[in-house]
């Protein structure tokens, strides 16, 4: 703690001598604070929280002159909220201090990094997950020549839920990337319409191999080339990567090589898009610590090929890329029906269309037990994992109305991502989900906002209806609340209703909001590890803002 | 020029960090020669997992993989606990509970089932920060604790009834270390090769309906969750102690599948010293 104390003290000392010359430099930052109770709730299966009340909270400095930057990050846990780790305490998790020009960028301390697409290397923060594998280390981003960038880190890896600095994964992580934009570069096409772009990556992770029994690669290799072209209305972009044998907990340790290849293309035209996307991932997880599982550690990302909903009962069952093997593809066409038209009315009508599927690989054992499967590259697999099709129409109506209609028709397989059958033995959910929303304007600067969602479905917890208003008074009020009924629920004993109710203020950058809410259990599975997220059943304060 | 220069050093440059930072394995075992044979200790593998956890049979391969590589130089425990041993949560088939008393209690307090099965604890001892670990690890901590010197000795010896299932148990200890005032023994039960379904995400569908569970615990015999004291007056290195316990096995329990299993842990830090595992039918 004096340790921390002293840090920040220097960092202030520093910026305050700052504060005497002509150019004082700038001081930016945000926070939030979450702090929510918890009551015991035997209907909703809410257990005991011991503490009672659990709290996450941060607050961002970064202090900016000329070309140099340095930030600190504190957090907070005391405890942590429910669903996360139950750890507590507080510190700086987060520092670092740059120097950036034109042609050069060094930064030491904590960083975030992506390479590519993310599939060799990604290195991100979600507060809200409780995600964070920030790399603690050094790196270099040098611009030689126009159109040349090339990057090169060494580092160790944050550990998602831990927030102390000293916590950081075993392993040691190198990466080179370069990316070239060829326009900038080859005589002749740098007045081309079209933009080519081309880049390769390569990233190693060094862990000590402690094994008594199996030799284990202490450097791991992942690499990838990529490749970007786009130019008027259409852009295509690709990566395929492969990873080096790697035996982790995550593949049951096994020495198989991984690979993947992800392929999107788009048009984009006045009143209508299209975009069209495919992936397949064979043996991709990556991480910082061989042994790491649950969402700690990663080392890459594979971007989901599916669409991200937003409306609550379409979320019932949200979709997580398979590490170890998944082939898929998803494709959305948007079009905009011209307003003043007979189908289009008076203002125009959106119309969005979305389907995704996504199924196993074709494994079959294979006759080395140490490389675990083998998978025909372009075969698909049997079983179907998730898949989504969905269509949504939106429209204004009048200067006071608009409105949308959304249909979701969704394949899940369950046993992947929720793990938890309800009262059914079969392993895979369909459901339809419809959702009504429309807007009002009541008077100037009032909105009510009204959603009524349905979800059907005869598997895991049964049916459910929604009913959510928000009304917002602007700029500075809003309140919500919400019902979920989960009617359909096969045991009538668990035909429970979850109601939320929010107030909330903003000024400025600032937003406050408090609440009372009853949240229903689940269990999130990432990487190939579950863990239980209890029901939970209490109040909730929220602030947050930038400054 | 200086575009293919360019070029050509970053080129150069991945080459060259690429053939120092790449491990391909040919062989996967180790010499294994002499590996474990000078050691006295015996390990305690408690492994958390249930019937409803899909990923657990991974963990329980490994548990079994490293029974058989360690031998009597380790003891299994497979603790049903948690969500992931619910009794109504899994459909037809998954009814029967096999929690514990002391499981839930041992879960409760190292809080197994919130960090996410499987895992595992090696003579619940902190390696690497943590005391619940990832079976990629069991191996590398088992084989830490294997190379130290052994603390104690634990011997047990059994009478069984089979008539009145009725078994008595001794377990002769005999310290070479100091030992310490809170130090107790538990000793339990075990049974092995129980026939019942269990999910695994790797198998479609993901119920396996005939799937052998291997030693799973199935009662505290020392009274409460985390056994009796030895001597509360304190232990030093040279003492000797020797404890009988009698207990009678359920007739739900199959006890030619039966073991008894014994460990002696420090209560003030929950760290096992020493561990033993006796069958009922040898």
């Known amino acids: 703690m004096i340790k921390t104390a002293s840090a920040v003290l220097v960092f202030f000392g520093f910026a305050a001598a700052q504060a005497q010359e002509i150019d004082p430099g700038t001081i930016n930052g945000n926070f939030q604070f979450d702090v929510q109770n918890y009551f015991e709730d035997s209907l909703i299966g809410a257990p005991e929280f011991p503490s009672r009340v659990g709290s996450n909270g941060f607050l961002y400095l970064t202090y900016a002159r000329g070309n140099f930057q340095s930030g600190v990050r504190f957090e907070s846990y005391m405890p942590a909220l429910q669903g996360f780790l139950r750890e507590k305490g507080a510190g700086l998790a987060h520092r670092f201090a740059q120097y950036e020009t034109k042609n050069l960028d060094i930064r030491v301390g904590n960083f975030y990094e992506q390479f590519g697409s993310g599939m060799v290397l990604r290195s991100y923060e979600e507060y809200g997950l409780g995600f964070d594998n920030s790399l603690d280390g050094a790196r270099l981003r040098l611009r030689p020549l126009p159109g040349i960038e090339v990057t090169g880190l060494i580092g160790r890896q944050?550990?998602?839920?831990?927030?102390?600095?000293?916590?950081?994964?075993?392993?040691?992580?190198?990466?080179?990337?370069?990316?070239?934009?060829?326009?900038?570069?080859?005589?002749?096409?740098?007045?081309?319409?079209?933009?080519?772009?081309?880049?390769?990556?390569?990233?190693?992770?060094?862990?000590?191999?402690?094994?008594?029994?199996?030799?284990?690669?202490?450097?791991?290799?992942?690499?990838?080339?990529?490749?970007?072209?786009?130019?008027?209305?259409?852009?295509?972009?690709?990566?395929?990567?492969?990873?080096?044998?790697?035996?982790?907990?995550?593949?049951?340790?096994?020495?198989?090589?991984?690979?993947?290849?992800?392929?999107?293309?788009?048009?984009?035209?006045?009143?209508?898009?299209?975009?069209?996307?495919?992936?397949?991932?064979?043996?991709?997880?990556?991480?910082?610590?061989?042994?790491?599982?649950?969402?700690?550690?990663?080392?890459?990302?594979?971007?989901?090929?599916?669409?991200?909903?937003?409306?609550?009962?379409?979320?019932?069952?949200?979709?997580?890329?398979?590490?170890?093997?998944?082939?898929?593809?998803?494709?959305?066409?948007?079009?905009?029906?011209?307003?003043?038209?007979?189908?289009?009315?008076?203002?125009?009508?959106?119309?969005s269309l979305n389907f995704s599927h996504v199924r196993a690989l074709d494994k079959i054992v294979s006759a080395d037990p140490d490389m675990g499967y083998e998978a025909d590259f372009f075969a698909w697999g049997n079983r179907t994992f998730f898949q989504d099709i969905n269509a949504e129409i939106g429209r204004k109506f009048s200067d006071r109305f608009k409105g949308s209609v959304t249909y979701m028709n969704v394949v899940y397989d369950k046993s992947l991502f929720t793990q938890l059958t309800g009262f059914s033995s079969t392993t895979t959910v369909h459901s339809h989900v419809g959702v009504v929303e429309g807007i009002f304007k009541l008077k100037k600067k009032q909105t009510l906002r009204a959603e009524i969602q349905h979800a059907y479905t005869k598997q895991e917890f049964g049916s459910w209806a929604m009913l959510m208003l928000e009304y917002t008074i602007a700029p500075h009020w809003f309140v919500a609340a919400f019902d979920e009924y989960n009617y359909g629920n096969a045991n009538p004993d668990k035909r429970l209703q979850y109601f939320t109710g929010q107030i909330g203020y903003t000024q400025g950058q600032y937003r406050m909001t408090f609440g009372y809410g009853k949240q229903r259990a689940g269990v999130l599975c990432v990487g190939g590890v579950c863990r239980f997220v209890p029901a939970a059943n209490g109040f909730g304060f929220s602030i947050q803002g930038s400054f | 020029m200086k575009v293919q220069r360019a070029f050509l050093f970053i080129f150069a440059l991945s080459i060259g960090i690429s053939q120092y930072s790449c491990d391909i394995i040919k062989g996967v075992k180790k010499d294994l020669n002499n590996l474990i044979a000078a050691s006295d200790n015996i390990v305690l593998l408690e492994d958390w997992t249930g019937h409803g956890c899909g990923n657990c049979p991974d963990a329980h391969r490994e548990a079994r993989t490293l029974a058989d590589f360690y031998d009597s130089n380790l003891v299994v425990i497979s603790i049903h606990s948690g969500a992931f041993a619910s009794t109504t949560l899994f459909g037809p088939g998954f009814e029967t509970d096999y929690t514990t008393t002391?499981?839930?209690?041992?879960?409760?307090?190292?809080?197994?089932?919130?960090?996410?099965?499987?895992?595992?604890?090696?003579?619940?001892?902190?390696?690497?920060?943590?005391?619940?670990?990832?079976?990629?690890?069991?191996?590398?901590?088992?084989?830490?604790?294997?190379?130290?010197?052994?603390?104690?000795?634990?011997?047990?010896?059994?009478?069984?009834?089979?008539?009145?299932?009725?078994?008595?148990?001794?377990?002769?200890l005999e310290y070479f270390v100091n030992g310490s005032a809170s130090d107790q023994i538990v000793v339990c039960l075990i049974e092995d090769s129980i026939v019942s379904p269990q999910k695994d995400y790797d198998s479609v569908p993901d119920k396996l309906p005939n799937y052998v569970h291997r030693h799973l615990l199935r009662d505290a015999i020392t009274t409460g969750n985390w056994g009796e004291a030895i001597d509360a007056g304190g232990i030093s290195a040279g003492d000797q102690f020797i404890l009988n316990f009698n207990y009678t096995i359920p007739l739900a329990f199959d006890d030619k599948h039966c073991a008894i299993v014994a460990f002696v842990a420090d209560d003030a830090t929950k760290e096992i010293r020493q561990a033993a595992k006796e069958e009922v039918f040898e």
């Open chain 1, 158 to 351: 944050r550990n998602a839920f831990t927030f102390q600095l000293a916590n950081m994964s075993e392993g040691i992580v190198r990466g080179i990337d370069a990316d070239f934009e060829l326009n900038e570069l080859l005589p002749g096409m740098d007045s081309m319409r079209t933009r080519y772009r081309i880049g390769g990556s390569f990233v190693s992770r060094f862990q000590t191999d402690n094994d008594p029994i199996l030799i284990l690669p202490e450097n791991v290799a992942n690499y990838g080339v990529r490749f970007a072209i786009s130019g008027g209305k259409f852009s295509l972009n690709g990566e395929a990567v492969h990873k080096i044998n790697d035996p982790s907990t995550v593949n049951a340790l096994i020495y198989k090589p991984g690979n993947g290849v992800l392929l999107q293309a788009t048009y984009s035209g006045k009143g209508l898009g299209v975009s069209f996307s495919a992936k397949r991932i064979d043996n991709m997880d990556y991480r910082s610590e061989r042994a790491a599982t649950f969402n700690n550690l990663n080392l890459n990302f594979l971007p989901p090929s599916t669409k991200q909903h937003t409306y609550r009962l379409m979320t019932l069952f949200p979709y997580a890329t398979q590490t170890n093997g998944e082939m898929g593809f998803q494709t959305e066409i948007i079009y905009r029906i011209p307003k003043e038209t007979k189908l289009g009315g008076k203002y125009g009508t959106n119309i």
């Open chain 2, 102 to 172: 002391m499981g839930t209690a041992v879960d409760d307090y190292f809080m197994a089932d919130q960090a996410g099965f499987p895992k595992g604890m090696i003579n619940r001892r902190t390696f690497n920060g943590k005391v619940l670990q990832n079976f990629a690890d069991w191996s590398t901590y088992i084989q830490q604790v294997l190379s130290e010197s052994p603390q104690m000795g634990i011997d047990i010896t059994t009478v069984y009834d089979s008539v009145t299932r009725n078994i008595s148990i001794t377990v002769d």
